[in-house]
């Protein structure tokens, strides 16, 4: 957003420019057919600079309007008006500058009403021009105002989203594995302290990364595996998880907390539908730029809007996609796919991802 001290400077420079530039374009135009005499040379600055004058006295006269409050009709008539007083009152003091200060009119011609009716005209035009510029701009600046502002706003509704999508998913999650350290403590104490560890550093990174931003792959993908190691103390032989990750993925950025919702659902479904242990393999590499995540769990995939599916983990889906389009608009693809009793869900990122 352009700020204050910024908007005011970039009038005084297009102010100041515009005069001189126009100033410039009239003596050239005298110059070229070759009529720049004295008159010329002395008149016209003298004219420039009071229109200059003039000009500042329209826009106080622009500011106190309210543009919301005024259609483009009424606002162009307004304009007008204040327009034809300011080339009467530009001419009128040029008359009375020339006269006290014995300057040379700037046609050289004797002043008559036929002449005072032209230059009024002559003067009025430029500030009607000038009126038009400051309009424009001002109506510019007020819709990147309002867009930044939109802008803004769509991105904290999107921020509590994610913020809602979290708070909704950790609880269940968080309940199942304080219950999980209860139990260990009197069994086994060792484990119960790692449990704490792994949870702590869980819920760090789930509940601190800054603004849900990106992040490198790398912490996304730690964070994932303190999540399944929290699980597997749960679950112990029960689940087998596997991790391949190309160090080449490692520092691609990645919206933070994207691969949660795909993680609890390998999880989550494979449990539901697949032979003990259940086997999640999570591999990742980059390929042409693009970065490719494999989630693949054994089960079979249950489609959210089946009465075996669960609502909270279809809104998770629908948030990735959701995530994927705002962020990477046709960049991004995400396909899940069951074959021979095994679900894959392969996410991919990137320029060239388009047609692989």
Partial sequence: MIDLKARRSLFWILQTSGWLLYLAFILLTYWARGKLTKEVVVGYPTSIAISFLVSLGLRFL???????EHSVLSLSWRALLFTFLGGN???????LVEKIFAVPEAHGMALTFKYYLAAIVSWTIPLIGWSALYFGIKFWQEWMIQKEKADKASALAQTAQLQMLRYRMNPHFLFNTLNSIRALISEDKASAKSMVTELSEYLRYSLVSKNYENVPFK??????????????MR????????FDIDPTAEEYPIPSFLLHPLAENALKYGMCTSPLPVKIHINAKVVQG???????????WINPSDPKGSEAIGKGLDNVRQRLADAYPGKHHLEIVEKERRVHVRLGIGEAVRGQ
């Fill in 62 to 68: 622009y500011r106190k309007m309210k543009l919301r």
């Fill in 89 to 95: 009152l530009t001419v009128f003091l040029s008359v």
């Fill in 219 to 232: 912490d996304e993908i730690e964070s994932v595996r303190h999540y399944f190691l929290i699980q597997k």
């Fill in 235 to 242: 679950y112990e032989s029960k689940l087998d998880v596997a």
């Fill in 290 to 300: 693009v970065l490719w995540v494999d989630i693949i769990n054994s089960g079979s």
